[in-house]
């Protein structure tokens, strides 16, 4: 299908931990079309093979190809990291990964070095240590991965033990290691729970990567002349989960006008 500027895009993470992105996207670009997939039924994708998690972008990207999308968003550290393993996937629009434009940002801002918590998948790929490399020579990386914390945040653990727990573990192996001045929260679900991170280690500063990556979606757009001149974009949110929970948390973030969350399974 062929697109134009009027075209949607798509955004697309294993659960809630997009709307993060979705948040920054639509307070930088309010006229855009934006189609959202969260796709909860697979989450976490940080625990699944390079197999696995190629046959459901396949599916999510086929779907957003359908739509007629001019260019998706990878609100997913974890497909990020894959792609950038792989190469981008060829399906006649743009992919854009989340985890480039912070690493952009990163050298803007001469740290000498930087925590990156994560999933186990994007620990593990070396990806943020080597695009940050790339970008800032020199720059020394400390990762730090979670195999739960994605999934407790996106089944709602909201209140309990388990989400300041695991926060708690995360923080405090990762600076024991290094006495860190800034850390990336490289996992979109994670800045959902950011107060839990900043009481477990108020002297670090936290990062988000989904301002970084909002800036180069809009500077790509408008570099490809397809930014939508509309005043206020429709939003479709989807997800292969519980609908209710996209709602709560799309409160949480602030994010206004999210209207009926549709299930769907791709
Ligand atoms: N929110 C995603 C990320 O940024 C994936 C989390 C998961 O499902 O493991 O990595």
Same mark, same amino acid.
């Given at each position: 299908?062929?697109?134009?500027?009027?075209?949607?895009?798509?955004?697309?993470?294993?659960?809630?931990?997009?709307?993060?992105?979705?948040?920054?996207?639509?307070?930088?670009?309010?006229?855009?079309?934006?189609?959202?997939?969260?796709?909860?039924?697979?989450?976490?994708?940080?625990?699944?093979?390079?197999?696995?998690?190629?046959?459901?972008?396949?599916?999510?990207?086929?779907?957003?190809?359908?739509?007629?999308?001019?260019?998706?968003?990878?609100?997913?550290?974890?497909?990020?990291?894959?792609?950038?393993?792989?190469?981008?996937?060829?399906?006649?629009?743009?992919?854009?990964?989340?985890?480039?434009?912070?690493?952009?940002?990163?050298?803007?801002?001469?740290?000498?070095?930087?925590?990156?918590?994560?999933?186990?998948?994007?620990?593990?790929?070396?990806?943020?240590?080597? =695009?940050?490399?790339? %970008?800032?020579?020199?720059?020394? @990386?400390?990762?730090? +991965?979670? !195999?739960? $914390?994605?999934?407790? /945040?996106?089944?709602?653990?909201?209140?309990?033990?388990?989400?300041?727990?695991?926060?708690?573990?995360?923080?405090?192996?990762?600076?024991?290691?290094?006495?860190?001045?800034?850390?990336?929260?490289?996992?979109?679900?994670?800045?959902?729970?950011?107060?839990?991170?900043?009481?477990?280690?108020?002297?670090?500063?936290?990062?988000?990567?989904?301002?970084?990556?909002?800036?180069?979606?809009?500077?790509?757009?408008?570099?490809?002349?397809? =930014?939508?001149?509309? %005043?206020?974009?429709?939003?479709? @949110?989807?997800?292969? +989960?519980? !609908?209710? $929970?996209?709602?709560? /948390?799309?409160?949480?973030?602030?994010?206004?006008?999210?209207?009926?969350?549709?299930?769907?399974?791709?």
């Amino acid at each position: 299908m062929t697109h134009n500027l009027n075209s949607p895009i798509g955004i697309y993470d294993s659960g809630v931990g997009g709307l993060t992105v979705l948040r920054r996207l639509r307070a930088l670009l309010p006229g855009e079309d934006i189609i959202y997939f969260g796709d909860s039924a697979n989450c976490p994708f940080g625990n699944r093979s390079r197999q696995e998690l190629n046959a459901i972008t396949q599916r999510i990207l086929d779907f957003f190809g359908s739509r007629g999308a001019k260019l998706t968003v990878s609100a997913c550290n974890t497909t990020s990291a894959l792609f950038q393993l792989e190469g981008e996937p060829d399906c006649g629009f743009k992919v854009l990964s989340i985890i480039e434009p912070i690493a952009g940002h990163l050298a803007r801002l001469g740290l000498e070095e930087v925590g990156v918590i994560a999933t186990e998948f994007t620990v593990n790929s070396g990806m943020y240590e080597k =695009l940050i490399q790339k %970008a800032s020579p020199g720059t020394k @990386v400390w990762g730090q +991965g979670s !195999p739960s $914390l994605a999934r407790l /945040v996106d089944t709602g653990r909201f209140g309990g033990d388990e989400i300041p727990t695991e926060v708690h573990r995360l923080t405090s192996e990762l600076l024991s290691r290094r006495a860190l001045s800034h850390i990336i929260l490289a996992c979109t679900h994670y800045p959902i729970v950011d107060g839990e991170f900043m009481m477990a280690a108020p002297e670090v500063t936290f990062l988000d990567p989904a301002a970084s990556q909002a800036e180069a979606t809009s500077q790509l757009l408008a570099e490809q002349g397809l =930014l939508n001149p509309q %005043a206020k974009g429709k939003l479709e @949110v989807y997800t292969s +989960g519980h !609908p209710a $929970l996209f709602e709560e /948390v799309a409160g949480r973030l602030g994010i206004e006008g999210i209207g009926r969350v549709e299930h769907l399974v791709l």
